[in-house]
């Protein structure tokens, strides 16, 4: 691998760490933050509401970087939506206005833009396999920097919040300078005219975005949900049952880029697109009938079993150039990733109340299911990709 990839991919996991770190601190000290607010709404509500802001700004970044082109002017877009994002950090926890907060976290929920950035990238630089491994990496950072969060919050004033907006400028500017002296050859993607306008009309559009909802919008909601079980159940068991969540989403990421290049590596090049997802998916699936059944008791066993449904991230963000040709894929990964981040809202609005109306065990139940729909999905992507390569488009 050439050692400006190298540092591209050194420079997007520290990247997306750092601002992770900073984003995942505020469910952390949300009472701290509600105390400074003059509202009727209790603390459950708050957070509850706050959260929805936060997920909201998930689609919301899709929108922007595809209505706007990002991949087009990928360096500067990049640096300029980091620095956004970062300067909002500190104003949030000093912010006394309610609706200050709910819109200094939607800009904060834009975020996940890294990931298509990252994405589009390393498909105009590498080629299968070789980019699902870097991919993976940057990507990486972003349940890393959750993760993270929870050991950084003692640490938490004024003074290192502004030294991290500095870190995250910082590296950001690194990452855009390495990203725009690096370029890539497939310059076709932002001189050429697009093939199509959109690529809702294409199937595999929707199935990319069902697949990547399971992660983004089911799996992810479920760090709001877990909390709101475990007080019913069992509240000792929150912080190490969150601590599972984000450790696991972070190594089972990594651990599923490199299993899938290593399938690749060794020649079973459709095998890659088929074992890890579909196993994955399906232990996921069982981890959760456990909690079903079992309650609490095998909590933690369980959650390591969801959290495999992590391996997938990186194959998602690596396989759209073999699906959607080289003049496509770039608005189509804005585009799928947009119809999987809706899950972000979707999710929390209709689990919550179903599972404070009818119980939390029916929320299981659609959790379980939701995965052994993705790897159906999977299981068509692989025939598009198929097509494709029999046809002789890259």
């Known amino acids: 691998m050439r050692p400006r990839v190298v540092l591209l991919t050194s420079f997007g996991f520290i990247l997306a760490t750092l601002l992770f770190v900073s984003l995942s601190l505020f469910t952390l000290i949300a009472p701290v933050l509600y105390s400074h607010l003059h509202i009727t709404l209790n603390l459950n509500e708050f957070t509850y509401i706050i959260t929805i802001a936060y997920f909201t700004g998930m689609p919301l970044g899709k929108i922007i970087g595809r209505v706007f082109g990002m991949h087009r002017y990928p360096a500067l877009s990049t640096f300029l939506m980091v620095a956004i994002i970062s300067i909002s950090i500190p104003l949030t926890y000093i912010s006394s ?67 991290l907006v500095i870190l ?36 595999a559009t929707w199935l990319m975005g069902i697949i990547w909802m399971s992660i983004a919008g089911f799996n992810l909601s479920l760090a709001v949900i877990l909390p709101l079980y475990l007080i019913k159940t069992d509240p000792t068991l929150i912080n190490n049952a969150m601590n599972v969540f984000g450790i696991t989403g972070a190594l089972f990421t990594f651990l599923g880029g490199i299993l899938s290049y290593s399938i690749y590596k060794f020649g079973k090049k459709d095998y890659a697109l088929f074992l890890v997802p579909v196993l994955s998916y399906s232990v996921t699936a069982f981890g959760f009938l456990i909690i079903m059944v079992m309650g609490v008791k095998l909590l933690i066993f369980a959650l390591i079993l969801i959290m495999m449904e992590a391996m997938n991230i990186g194959i998602i963000y690596s396989i759209p150039r073999e699906i959607f040709g080289d003049k496509n894929y770039a608005n189509a990964t804005w585009e799928f990733s947009l119809i999987g981040s809706s899950g972000h809202i979707i999710a929390p609005l209709l689990l919550i109340p179903l599972a404070f109306s009818f119980g939390f065990n029916y929320v299981f139940l659609i959790y379980a299911i939701f995965p052994l729909i993705a790897a159906i999905s999977f299981l068509r992507i692989k025939s598009y990709m198929r097509v494709r390569n029999n046809n002789g488009k890259h």
Do not use: D, H
Not at 99 to 104: C, D, G, N, P, T
Not at 111 to 120: P, R
Not at 169 to 196: A, D
């Open 97 to 163: 206005n309610f609706y200050e907060l709910i819109f200094l976290r939607i800009i904060q929920g834009m975020s996940t833009f890294l990931m298509e950035i990252f994405s589009i990238e390393y498909s105009k630089l590498l080629k299968l396999p070789e980019r699902i491994v870097p991919s993976t990496i940057s990507i990486g950072g972003i349940p890393t920097g959750v993760a993270l969060g929870a050991f950084f919050v003692n640490y938490l004033s004024m003074s290192n919040l502004i030294l």
């Open 168 to 203: 995250i400028l910082l590296i950001g500017g690194l990452f855009s300078v390495i990203l725009n002296s690096i370029g890539g050859p497939n310059y076709e993607i932002i001189k050429g005219q697009q093939i199509r306008t959109t690529n809702y009309g294409n199937p």
